[in-house]
């Protein structure tokens, strides 16, 4: 039996057909969450719901997208947290609520003090409820999603399992509606590109589709936890899933052999607060890419340099081509490095402990 879950419920699950909350769901969530709670095992949840609930109260407007985001966010968020609280009451049990922005987890200072929040939240035995804190979120500094987030927050908190809930059962072969399709039960290591099989559809209420559950499922595998896409609408899910361990139809994603460091999980989700790009010659590219020992990015195989960024900032590593390598702490400001480009003998300018190779 596991001890520490991230559960992410979808907005789809949450949600009404017609808009609105569905508290029906939500109760009967709360009581599986509970029921984990009091068999020891310590649940974060990562909840979506906060826009859609706020949407079926006000009308829209005529807003544009952000402003109508951050004002059904600001109402719904308080609805659908105090849903949670009346509910987890109802059992006995305390949660709290964690509001947060891609913002607040782009240094490692303040993505540690966010897990720290957390941790202490869990030592005194209340359910942290997560969710993205919309009202001071602009565009390009949002998570994708609530996938994202989750992602996120499952690798911070060191979560054994990160648990999906969809409307769906999980991944499909095909057109979930077309009869001739089924789940794909398991995505091992080295096998994780479904784009094939992937629908490009989006969520009725959020943001992401099933793309995104993909990609950010993958990533949180190959980081050493396992990962399961499951319907979050079917009766028990959570029960079944965790406690009973039984064989339910779902996507699980098999985690590496070799999971990654803390610093390394940080760095892994950081390429949405990238300050700037480091470009690679090849011999440079293949030393970290396909060398047999772990490589740092030295100076003497960097060709260029682009974007303002500080020591200690995220970049992005490119081969001469452009392509996204990973993403690293640099060691140099912009400046310094473009002054060093090429040059042999100097310290990395991304040290291995801190560089993440897609």
């Not at 987890?105 to 941790?119: I, V």
């Not at 950010?216 to 965790?242: F, Q, T």
């Not at 030393?287 to 020591?311: M, N, P, W």
């Amino acid at each position: 039996m596991v001890k520490r879950v991230a559960i992410k419920i979808g907005s789809n699950v949450l949600t009404l057909p017609e808009g609105g909350l569905d508290l029906r769901r939500i109760e009967m969530l709360v009581h599986q969450v509970s029921t984990l709670h009091k068999a020891g095992i310590e649940v974060i949840l990562i909840s979506s719901g906060a826009v859609a609930a706020g949407r079926a109260m006000l009308p829209d407007n005529k807003l544009d997208a952000v402003s109508a985001r951050q004002l059904f966010s600001a109402v719904g968020q308080a609805k659908l947290i105090n849903h949670y609280y009346e509910f987890f009451k109802e059992q006995g049990i305390f949660c709290g609520q964690v509001l947060t922005t891609k913002e607040s987890l782009g240094t490692r200072a303040h993505y540690l003090n966010q897990r720290n929040c957390m941790e202490v939240m869990l030592q005194h035995a209340v359910v942290p409820i997560v969710n993205e804190n919309d009202t001071i979120s602009v565009t390009e500094l949002m998570f994708t999603d609530n996938d994202e987030l989750s992602g996120i927050v499952a690798t911070m908190m060191g979560a054994e399992k990160l648990v999906i809930l969809s409307n769906i059962d999980g991944i499909f072969d095909g057109n979930p509606s077309d009869p001739q399709s089924s789940v794909i039960r398991e995505v091992l290591p080295g096998k994780r590109d479904l784009s094939s099989y992937i629908q490009s559809s989006k969520s009725s209420f959020g943001r992401g589709g099933m793309q995104t559950k993909t990609n950010i499922a993958s990533k949180v595998a190959d980081e050493g936890l396992e990962v399961i896409i499951a319907n979050g609408k079917r009766d028990d899910i959570l029960i079944d899933l965790l406690l009973k361990e039984e064989d339910i139809v779902c996507t699980r994603f098999v985690p590496s052999d070799e999971p990654a460091t803390s610093v390394k999980k940080w760095i892994a989700h950081s390429e949405g607060f990238a300050r700037g790009e480091i470009y690679l010659n090849e011999g440079a590219r293949l030393a970290i890419v396909e060398g047999d020992e772990a490589s740092s990015v030295l100076l003497v195989g960097v060709t260029r340099v682009e974007g303002d960024f500080e020591k200690d900032d995220i970049v992005k590593v490119m081969d001469a081509e452009g392509n996204q390598l990973g993403v690293g702490k640099t060691q140099y400001k912009s400046s310094d490095a473009r002054l060093n480009i090429g040059k042999k003998g100097k310290k990395p300018i991304i040290h291995y402990d801190y560089l993440y190779i897609f």
